[in-house]
């Protein structure tokens, strides 16, 4: 595979992010981006690679399937100025459940992630979910703080301790759950420890068109903002006065449970049940705002001391 420059995403438009080129027009099974997205490090946001490999695995899915499952490894930090190949492999379409397996590489065939994805008929059938946090019925997130909102003492904690500020997404309305004094006390970024926990509502800056599987692709791009904070936010003071970390994403997984649009709030309650050697997980509800569980989402992160 040779290297093709992309542009920079505008960071506004998460449809046209999403937008793929096929590069077998008549069997599409191969696909690259037309633009990139770079995050703190320097690389490809996670988010842009979650996305665009479900868009890629949904394209010759039979009509009537909703995304139900991603299961998802970032192999590599993906150069953002250089487009991704995405080669898709149908492994299954039967009654009820088609299933994809999404391989992502750059030149020189440097593999980015592997992912699996499936998708399926909506079925009648029982149901239960878990409740959303009663809390967050009483909020109303156009209210609450977005990150550039914070205090600077707490991002020069932040990065400080973990080398990115808190720096507002244009594409990615983001709002933490705080009581209304928060920003007059200490930094409630230092979260409590042995089950660390930040909520936060989430939504597309833009509307989108009424497109289920854009909104499930736009979910996966949302889904990596924040998420593995819950893993670090726990030694944020214990890290102030250390050597910080790196902090990168390992692996991710969704669950779409029901139907829902992605430019409508959706509230996050991530914990983080372990981290541990260098890794931390952090496993995440998600529900719309009449309390509706929509998906699930975990992700285990990389927490390396800077100089390892």
Known sequence: MTAVEVPAWGGKDLAELLTLEPLEPQSPTRFRN??????????????QVLAQALMAAAHDVPAGRAATMMQ???????????????DVTA??????????????????????????????????????AAPIEPLALLETPENLPRLSDLPAAWGT?????????LIDKPAVDFRLSMVPDALDRPNALCLSLPEPRLRFWLRASRALPDAPMLHA?????????????ASVGGHLQ???????????????????????????????????PASNVGRGLTVAQVHDRSGQLVASATQECLMAPRAA
């Open 34 to 47: 037309r633009c990139g997205d770079r995050n703190a490090h320097d690389r490809t946001y996670g988010g």
């Open 72 to 86: 998802f490894l970032f192999l590599q930090g993906a150069l953002h100025r250089e487009a991704i190949q995405f």
């Open 91 to 128: 492994l299954q379409d039967g009654k009820r459940f088609s299933s994809r397996h999404v391989r992502g590489s750059q030149s020189g065939g440097r593999l980015i992630f592997d992912a699996q994805v499936s998708f399926a008929v909506p079925l009648a059938a029982p149901a239960h």
């Open 157 to 165: 904690e932040v990065t400080r301790a973990l080398g990115y500020g």
């Open 217 to 229: 692709g736009v979910f996966a791009y949302l889904s990596d903002w924040w998420l593995n904070y």
């Open 238 to 272: 214990a890290l102030e006065s250390a050597q910080g970390l790196y902090v990168a994403s390992l692996n991710h997984a969704i669950w779409w449970h029901r139907p829902f649009r992605a430019d409508a709030w959706l509230h996050f309650d991530c914990r983080s």
